[in-house]
């Protein structure tokens, strides 16, 4: 039988990501499991046009993008009062977010990947093909893809 140890579960913050982040929670509350919740922030475009940021400016975005994410994470992790049984460490990285995925999925030898099937990306997403497309192609363990929210549960209000 299938018990994962260690669960990934990247968020992008939407109720699908919340959804995705249930499921985890219940997996790692049966199994004994510990959760690593990741962000990924995309790379900041240096130049728009004629106009390009110096290095202290984009320092000081990426600083301020992090620290944002983080708060996020916690107010997510507050929607599930049962996440508190559960061990859990967030993580906020910068780059392409499947290529991070896959990063954290080898760095921390990830067990099971947990992800919602949409996110924020829109169309531009489906015509590039979606990170968790990518994340299920080259992943190195099982992915559990979350294809909606379930509303009505607990944590799974509408934003």
Avoid: W
């Avoid at 940021?53 to 994470?73: G, R, V, Y």
């Amino acid at each position: 039988m299938f018990a994962p140890k260690k669960i990934l579960v990247p968020t992008d913050f939407s109720e699908y990501s919340d959804a995705a982040l249930k499921y985890a929670i219940d997996v790692a509350r049966q199994r004994g499991a510990k959760i690593y919740l990741l962000h990924v922030i995309g790379l900041i475009q240096t130049c728009a046009v004629d106009y390009c940021f110096d290095q202290p400016t984009l320092d000081a975005l990426e600083k301020k993008s992090a620290s944002t994410a983080e708060d996020m994470m916690k107010k997510q992790l507050e929607l599930f009062p049962e996440a508190k049984s559960v061990d859990i460490t967030t993580d906020v990285r910068k780059g392409v977010p499947y290529e991070e995925i896959l990063n954290e999925q080898k760095a921390k030898d990830i067990d099971l990947i947990v992800m919602s099937s949409h996110g924020k990306t829109g169309l531009l997403g489906h015509v590039l093909g979606s990170v968790a497309e990518k994340v299920m192609k080259k992943a190195a363990c099982p992915v559990l893809l979350i294809r909606q929210p379930v509303h009505g549960e607990p944590g799974m209000e509408k934003k």
